[in-house]
C-alpha cells in the first residue's frame, strides 16, 4: 500500500494549511489514519489521528488549532491546519494502518507516506 501526500508549503504565522494524504493498493480496510511530524533536530512525534469509527485524537500542542478528517470511500486522509505558529515548522509524513487483500492471502499493513515540508514564518 502506498501513500501520497500532498499540501505543505510556506505560510506566514496566523495563516492555514490544508495536507492530505490518499492510500493506493489493494486496500481491505484502514483502521487507523494519522499524522506525525519531524521537526528539524526532533524526534518524530505523533500530531493527529483517526480511527475508523472517526474517533480523532491530537497532541496538546495543536489541539483546538489543527482538524483531522478522513474519508474512507477515497481511502484519504486531511489534516486542517489553522492558525499556525513558526514551532509548527516540520515535515508531516502521513501514516495508515489496516489490510490489505489479494486474490491469495489478507494482510496487514503499515504504510508511511514521502513526508511533506509546512514552513511556518514568523
Known amino acids: 500500500v502506498q501513500l501520497q501526500a500532498y499540501g505543505g508549503g510556506l505560510v506566514q504565522a496566523g495563516g492555514s494549511l490544508r495536507l492530505s494524504c490518499a492510500a493506493s493498493?489493494?486496500?481491505?480496510?484502514?483502521?487507523?489514519m494519522g499524522w506525525y511530524r519531524q521537526a528539524p533536530g526532533k524526534q518524530r512525534e505523533l500530531v493527529a489521528t483517526?480511527?475508523?469509527?472517526?474517533?480523532?485524537t491530537y497532541a496538546d500542542s495543536v489541539k483546538g488549532r489543527f482538524t483531522i478528517s478522513r474519508d474512507n470511500a477515497k481511502n484519504t486522509v486531511y489534516l486542517q491546519m489553522n492558525t499556525l505558529k513558526p514551532e509548527d515548522t516540520a515535515v508531516y509524513y502521513c501514516?495508515?494502518?489496516?489490510?490489505?487483500?489479494?486474490?491469495?492471502?489478507?494482510?496487514?499493513?503499515?504504510?508511511w507516506g514521502q513526508g511533506t515540508l509546512v514552513t511556518v514564518s514568523s
Open positions: 501514516n495508515m494502518i489496516g489490510r490489505s487483500v489479494t486474490l491469495s492471502s489478507v494482510s496487514n499493513f503499515n504504510s
Open positions: 493498493g489493494n486496500i481491505a480496510s484502514i483502521n487507523i
Open positions: 483517526v480511527i475508523s469509527n472517526n474517533t480523532p
